[in-house]
């Protein structure tokens, strides 16, 4: 059965850094686009950063710099590093993914299928 699981989230310093990782199994890696997005309370999921398997990219304007997205198509999994963490990066994050073949498809949370249970970043002093 198709699974997503999340790993890695909870309690950083704002300055510091945390590594997210995600986990699939249970369908073909190759042909789906794997995201991470992320919802704080009170407002909408957003994209974070996405990729394919072919090695494109994304990450939204308000991370860019500080937010990195690997991918390994071996392993099956696709890693978000978070560096100068922000009070404002406090969010659940969410793995998610769609089969799309190698085409990169938006960054968007409502063209994404399948998503993980998610795990909650804190950043506070």
């Known amino acids: 059965q198709e699974q997503l699981v999340e790993s890695g989230g909870g309690l950083g310093q704002p300055g510091g850094s945390l590594r997210l990782s995600c986990a699939a199994s249970?369908?073909?890696?190759?042909?789906?686009?794997i995201g991470w997005f992320r919802q704080a309370p009170g407002n909408e999921r957003e994209g974070v950063s996405c990729?394919?398997?072919?090695?494109?990219?994304s990450v939204a304007p308000s991370v860019l710099g500080r937010f990195f997205i690997s991918r390994d198509n071996a392993k099956n999994t696709v890693d978000l590093q978070i560096t100068d963490l922000r009070p404002e990066d406090t969010a659940v994050y969410y793995c998610?993914?769609?089969?799309?073949?190698?085409?990169?498809?938006?960054?968007?949370?409502?063209?994404?299928?399948?998503w993980g249970q998610g795990t909650q970043v804190t950043v506070s002093s």
């Open positions: 998610a993914a769609k089969k799309s073949g190698r085409v990169f498809i938006p960054c968007e949370p409502h063209i994404y299928d399948q």
């Open positions: 249970g369908f073909n890696f190759d042909d789906y686009n």
């Open positions: 990729s394919n398997s072919g090695g494109s990219t």
